[in-house]
């Protein structure tokens, strides 16, 4: 029983925080403070500025831990599971984009992580349809990354 509970952590879906912060000197800086404090460490990191607030967009190691800290600390935003690939060149970033047009899915946005373990890189893929684009992904090939993948 205990070993099913591990191996569907190992397959949940990488949870991305899309956080809303006042565009003010320091909202930012003060949210990540806060997650680093906690050891839950950025691996992936997306920006939108706005004239009067930011939304920036994290996946990180540990969600639950950051779930706790933006609630603890009164931070507005919303959660939701994306798709997460690695590739390991700019021909790989092609063949992904069109595994995704080949399903006929609905592209939303994409940004890199920041670091992965053994070098390689990795892609955060906001997508309709998550699990349907996970399958073509892994039909073409590739390494779909879960958060059992990324979580210390």
């Known amino acids: 029983m205990a070993s099913e509970v591990a191996q569907q952590r190992e397959r949940d879906p990488?949870?991305?925080?899309?956080?809303?912060?006042?565009?003010?000197?320091?909202?930012?800086?003060?949210?990540?403070?806060?997650?680093?404090?906690a050891h839950v460490h950025i691996v992936a990191l997306s920006v939108l500025d706005t004239t009067d607030s930011t939304i920036f967009r994290i996946v990180v190691d540990a969600p639950e831990q950051a779930r706790r800290i933006l609630d603890d600390h009164s931070v507005a935003y919303t959660e939701n599971a994306v798709a997460c690939v690695e590739i390991d060149s700019e021909q790989r970033l092609q063949e992904?984009?069109?595994?995704?047009?080949?399903?006929?899915?609905?592209?939303?946005?994409?940004?890199?992580?920041?670091?992965?373990?053994?070098?390689k890189s990795a892609l955060v893929i906001s997508i309709e349809h998550r699990d349907v684009a996970e399958v073509a992904l892994q039909r073409h090939q590739f390494?779909?990354?879960?958060?059992g993948d990324i979580s210390r």
């Open 14 to 37: 990488v949870i991305q925080f899309s956080v809303f912060v006042a565009n003010r000197m320091g909202r930012m800086h003060e949210v990540v403070r806060r997650l680093a404090a």
């Open 96 to 119: 992904v984009l069109a595994a995704v047009v080949e399903a006929e899915l609905n592209l939303h946005y994409t940004y890199p992580f920041l670091t992965r373990p053994g070098g």
């Open 143 to 147: 390494r779909v990354l879960y958060q």
